[in-house]
């Protein structure tokens, strides 16, 4: 059998990887340099965090105001989607997003290209989140060191860098890595890759078929090293993971979308509440009508709108 040509694992259309290890990448990405916006002045610059493993940022900054006090920023550490498979901080849609959102919140935002399977399964892109997330808090960069205010730390992430989002910020409850005046003060999840093996709810197998790749996808990222779809990495609420009320933050915001992945993301914010959180640390956006992507895809949308609105509200809001 000719290796070269015999598929071992398919996701159409996100990735194909053939028996012989090649892989193909099927989901596009059209990488941007870092720039200064034209729509919104903000700059950017690409920085490595990591030399030994090649990790880098997108680090962006808002341009100052007119005659503005010269005010610390809050510092957004975000993940991009893609499957754990795809994706960059390079991309278009993430970039012009993150533009958009350190207008808006007036932020500084940290961008992670972290590594990507099958040639690095999870958990290599929890540790770069984790390291992004250390390297920002110490303020490494000049831009973060001058601007940014280390005690309003955030992490964002959408799809299954919203995974990897809720999975860093966990580490940080548990860690004393962290500088002693750092806080993270909120997580948001955009669309929060989660599964079960459990029984399904309502509306989870609207598309069986994408439903069976997405629990495919996860052993696969993990390269097997994973006790299946209750693992807590991709369960946070499932039996024996460890407490959400161990997060390591202030605030949650959980978006959802209408698709495969919205009941899971639901029960995540249940689970928050269920663990002991207060409703008013919790906040839920349900975009109700709308499918995953659709705020990159869409972003003068109506809905996509409102979804920037209450995300530039949560990193602004109770301190």
Same mark, same amino acid.
């Given at each position: 059998?000719?290796?070269?040509?015999?598929?071992?694992?398919?996701?159409?259309?996100?990735?194909?990887? !053939?028996?012989?290890?090649?892989?193909?990448?099927? =989901?596009?990405?059209?990488?941007?340099?870092?720039?200064?916006?034209?729509?919104? @002045?903000?700059? &950017?610059?690409?920085?490595?965090?990591?030399?030994?493993?090649?990790?880098?940022?997108?680090?962006?900054? $808002?341009?100052?105001?007119?005659?503005?006090?010269?005010?610390?920023?809050?510092?957004?550490?975000? =993940?991009?989607?893609?499957?754990?498979?795809? *994706? &960059?901080?390079?991309?278009?849609?993430?970039?012009?997003? %993150?533009?958009?959102?350190?207008?808006?919140?007036?932020?500084?935002?940290?961008?992670?290209?972290?590594?990507?399977?099958?040639?690095?399964?999870? $958990?290599?892109?929890?540790?770069?989140?984790?390291?992004?997330?250390?390297?920002?808090?110490?303020?490494?960069?000049?831009?973060?060191?001058?601007?940014?205010?280390?005690?309003?730390?955030?992490?964002?992430?959408?799809?299954?860098?919203?995974?990897?989002?809720?999975?860093?910020?966990?580490?940080?409850? &548990?860690?004393? &890595?962290?500088?002693?005046?750092?806080?993270?003060?909120? %997580?948001?999840?955009?669309?929060?890759?989660?599964?079960?093996?459990?029984?399904?709810?309502?509306?989870?197998?609207?598309?069986?078929?994408?439903?069976?790749?997405?629990?495919?996808?996860?052993?696969?990222?993990? *390269?097997?090293?994973?006790? @299946?779809?209750?693992?807590?990495?991709?369960?946070?609420?499932?039996?024996?993971?460890?407490?959400?009320?161990?997060?390591?933050?202030?605030?949650?915001?959980?978006? =959802?979308?209408?698709?495969?992945?919205? $009941?899971?993301?639901?029960? !995540?914010?249940?689970?928050? %509440?269920?663990?002991?959180?207060?409703?008013?640390?919790v906040e839920l956006l349900d975009s109700v009508g709308e499918d995953h992507e659709f705020f990159l895809r869409e972003p003068r949308s109506a809905k996509?709108?409102? %979804?920037?609105?209450?995300?530039?509200?949560?990193?602004?809001?109770?301190?």
């Amino acid at each position: 059998m000719d290796t070269e040509s015999e598929i071992a694992f398919e996701f159409v259309p996100v990735i194909r990887q !053939y028996k012989s290890g090649r892989v193909e990448r099927l =989901l596009p990405v059209n990488p941007v340099p870092p720039s200064i916006d034209a729509a919104t @002045g903000v700059a &950017s610059k690409d920085v490595t965090v990591d030399p030994a493993t090649g990790l880098w940022a997108r680090v962006y900054l $808002p341009a100052r105001p007119a005659g503005s006090a010269d005010d610390k920023l809050a510092i957004v550490v975000y =993940l991009h989607g893609g499957c754990f498979v795809a *994706g &960059s901080a390079a991309d278009a849609p993430e970039h012009d997003f %993150l533009n958009r959102l350190c207008a808006r919140a007036r932020a500084i935002a940290v961008s992670v290209e972290y590594r990507l399977a099958p040639e690095h399964p999870v $958990p290599a892109c929890y540790d770069d989140g984790w390291s992004a997330l250390r390297w920002a808090a110490e303020g490494a960069d000049p831009w973060l060191r001058d601007r940014g205010d280390r005690e309003r730390l955030f992490v964002v992430g959408y799809s299954t860098g919203g995974n990897v989002a809720h999975n860093v910020t966990l580490r940080a409850a &548990s860690s004393d &890595s962290l500088p002693r005046d750092a806080r993270v003060r909120g %997580l948001a999840l955009l669309h929060p890759y989660f599964l079960s093996a459990g029984e399904k709810a309502d509306g989870e197998t609207k598309q069986a078929w994408l439903r069976a790749k997405l629990e495919e996808l996860w052993p696969f990222v993990c *390269g097997g090293r994973t006790t @299946g779809l209750d693992d807590p990495r991709v369960n946070p609420v499932a039996d024996g993971a460890p407490s959400l009320q161990r997060l390591g933050c202030g605030r949650v915001l959980v978006c =959802l979308a209408e698709e495969e992945l919205r $009941p899971r993301g639901k029960a !995540y914010h249940e689970g928050l %509440l269920a663990s002991g959180w207060a409703e008013e640390d919790v906040e839920l956006l349900d975009s109700v009508g709308e499918d995953h992507e659709f705020f990159l895809r869409e972003p003068r949308s109506a809905k996509a709108l409102a %979804l920037m609105d209450r995300l530039v509200a949560f990193l602004g809001g109770k301190q």
